[in-house]
């Protein structure tokens, strides 16, 4: 019983956001998801006593009183005793009333949430979500505004999932001129390089579950650039859990080992902090862990230029 209730709580409350943003017009506040759900959660408590169905906004309801001027609750007052009203006098009328001429009401009503338009745009920008808003359509269509929402957010929820399982790494360099870092792509073929190093910059949040699949990412890309330096890009890196800590902490014994040094640079201050407490902080100490990539690079440079000088 309580997981149906839960259930239906959550359905009601997704369709009532989604409506409440969809309707939003310019220069009115956002609303507040928080404030939503607790004020959802009232109503159906206090219909629950009273054996009320539940309670929930909607997109066609909404639609309806949009069309009809509503700006504030009173709007909500005036539906509820016109239904009153309409029940108690008006009900063996609106009976008689084909289901079709209602449903002809709701789509001249919703007509204006069709926006195609808005789909060739939202595919310009960002591929990926014009599979979200393809999937929402399709999922409301067969199966309803309140499923297709689900459905929608659920391939969302999967799709964020997916992203923090498999973060990008890039491989870095400098717009050429500049103190600009960026990947490298074919997009850029003049950015600079530098022979033996390697810069690797990670994305996102490191943590148990995608450890090692950027471990075996940086692994491979070491393994083909076979670099003597690699500096840890971590400009981007919000958080690193301890299992990513651990198998970074491997890592380095292990490109020690080959004889490789690990450089870090640009670590946030919650991620430096975690690694300073750790013992890869002591093995790096401050000569191998950077303020940003610039220096990081430029002592590079330097290194480079004594040891050709000591070579002539």
């Known amino acids: 019983m309580w997981p149906a209730a839960t259930g239906i709580a959550l359905m009601s409350f997704t369709e009532s956001i989604a409506a409440a943003r969809a309707f939003a ?6 609303p507040a998801p928080n404030r939503e759900l607790l004020a959802i959660g009232c109503a159906n408590l206090a219909g629950g006593l009273l054996g009320a169905m539940p309670a929930g906004g909607g997109t066609t309801q909404t639609a309806v009183n949009r069309k009809a001027g509503a700006r504030t609750q009173l709007a909500a007052l005036v539906t509820a005793a016109v239904s009153l009203a309409t029940l108690l006098v008006l009900a063996p009328l609106i009976g008689l009333m084909p289901q079709a001429a209602l449903a002809a009401v709701v789509v001249a009503y919703s007509i204006d949430l069709i926006q195609p338009g808005e789909f060739l ?7 990926i979500e014009f599979r979200w808003a393809v999937i929402a359509f399709v999922g409301v269509v067969l199966l309803g505004t309140l499923q297709g929402i689900i459905v929608a957010v659920v391939a969302s929820l999967l799709a964020l999932a997916q992203q923090a399982y498999d973060p990008p790494v890039h491989v870095v360099g400098r717009k050429r001129g500049t103190d ?8 850029h073929p003049d ?12 994305e996102g949040r490191a ?14 890309l070491i393994a083909t650039e076979k670099p003597t330096l690699v500096i840890l890009d971590g400009r981007s890196l919000i958080d690193i859990e301890y299992t990513a800590l651990k198998m970074l ?3 380095e014994e292990r490109l020690r080992t080959n004889g490789i040094t690990l450089w870090l640079a640009s670590l946030n201050p919650q991620v430096l902090k975690t690694v300073q407490q750790s013992p890869l902080g002591d093995t790096l100490g401050r000569a191998r862990m950077f303020f940003n990539l610039h220096s990081a690079v430029a002592h590079y440079e330097q290194l480079q230029s004594k040891q050709i000088a000591v070579n002539h």
């Open 207 to 220: 943590f148990f579950l995608n450890a090692q699949r950027i471990g075996d990412r940086m692994t491979q």
């Open 249 to 251: 902490i491997e890592a």
């Open 191 to 202: 950015d600079e390089s530098w022979p033996g190093l390697l810069i690797l910059r990670l």
């Open 180 to 187: 600009v870092f960026r990947p490298r792509s074919s997009d």
């Open 121 to 127: 745009v939202i595919r310009r920008v960002r591929r």
């Open 25 to 30: 017009a310019p220069g009115e506040p956002r």
